[in-house]
């Protein structure tokens, strides 16, 4: 089957996605030092938005990893293997932490693009996990069929 310029174009945004988040996350210090000068916020909570949006950026890079190799099997042509199952799985643990770091975050100081973000990542891993329980039932009835043939 050919593939599509939409399947290379979601693979290579994905790349630079990954790349660019190892960049943004080894950066995070640099970037908010020069945003306290602009922003009182990032000076005044510095090390503690340091942490936060660096963890909750390699969970987030964690994410991105997975949906790369999920997309390696969309390549090949056979998504429905366990291993899918699983980076599913952990896509949803890394949102629901993503969750419960930025819902720490609004200790420091309460945004509504927080609150969105909370709200986002709680949905995106509730939707990781459903999204689970089908590949797995996809995966075993695809398993049943090639036992069958």
């Known amino acids: ?4 310029p939409l399947i290379w174009f979601t693979k290579y945004l994905l790349d630079f996605m990954f790349f660019a988040g190892i960049a943004i996350c080894a ?6 030092k020069q945003a306290g000068k602009y922003f009182s916020i990032f000076e005044q909570y510095y090390l503690p938005f340091c942490i936060i949006f660096m963890i909750a950026g390699v969970f987030a890079l964690a994410i991105i990893w997975d949906l790369r190799n999920m997309f390696r099997t969309v390549i090949k042509e056979d998504p429905f293997v366990k291993e899918n ?3 599913l799985k952990r896509m ?5 932490i993503i969750t419960v770091i930025m819902t720490v975050r ?7 693009a927080a609150l969105v973000i909370i709200v986002v990542f709680l949905v995106a891993g509730l939707f990781s996990l459903v999204l689970s329980q089908v590949f797995d039932k996809a995966v075993t009835y695809k398993q049943e069929n090639d036992l069958t043939i």
């Open 1 to 4: 089957m050919k593939k599509g």
């Open 27 to 32: 950066g995070v210090p640099f970037l908010f």
């Open 106 to 112: 609004l200790l420091f100081v309460i945004t509504p």
């Open 92 to 96: 949803g643990a890394c949102a629901f």
């Open 85 to 87: 199952v699983t980076s």
